[in-house]
């Protein structure tokens, strides 16, 4: 699973040719989360409220990147890096 991210022990990742709907997996420690890219829901798991906020911060940030990451993806194409927070 291709890593898209990492900021302040959070690491961002997408799956190849993954279901829908269009979404990313957050892991923090032994947490993980996985969110909407067009609502930034946390649609399964849970992240710690602090973690989950920067995560958030970060996917508005770049709801952009992350829907042609999930594109390019769902091609089986390698979806490229995302600038961290910073």
Same mark, same amino acid.
Do not use: C
């Given at each position: 699973?291709?890593?898209? +991210?990492?900021?302040?022990?959070? /690491? /961002?990742?997408?799956?190849? %040719? %993954?279901?829908?709907?269009?979404?990313?997996?957050?892991?923090?420690?032994?947490?993980?989360?996985?969110?909407?890219? *067009?609502?930034?829901? *946390?649609?399964?798991? =849970?992240?710690?409220?602090?973690?989950?906020?920067?995560?958030?911060?970060?996917?508005?940030? @770049? =709801?952009? *990147?992350?829907? !042609?990451?999930? !594109? !390019?993806? +769902? @091609?089986?194409?390698?979806?490229?890096? /995302?600038?961290?927070? %910073?």
């Amino acid at each position: 699973m291709p890593e898209l +991210s990492r900021f302040y022990g959070i /690491i /961002i990742r997408m799956y190849y %040719d %993954d279901h829908a709907p269009a979404h990313f997996h957050a892991y923090y420690g032994e947490f993980e989360a996985v969110f909407e890219i *067009e609502t930034l829901a *946390e649609i399964k798991g =849970q992240l710690p409220a602090r973690a989950r906020g920067l995560v958030i911060e970060w996917g508005q940030r @770049n =709801q952009m *990147e992350l829907r !042609k990451a999930w !594109k !390019k993806a +769902s @091609n089986l194409e390698e979806p490229g890096k /995302i600038a961290p927070l %910073d």
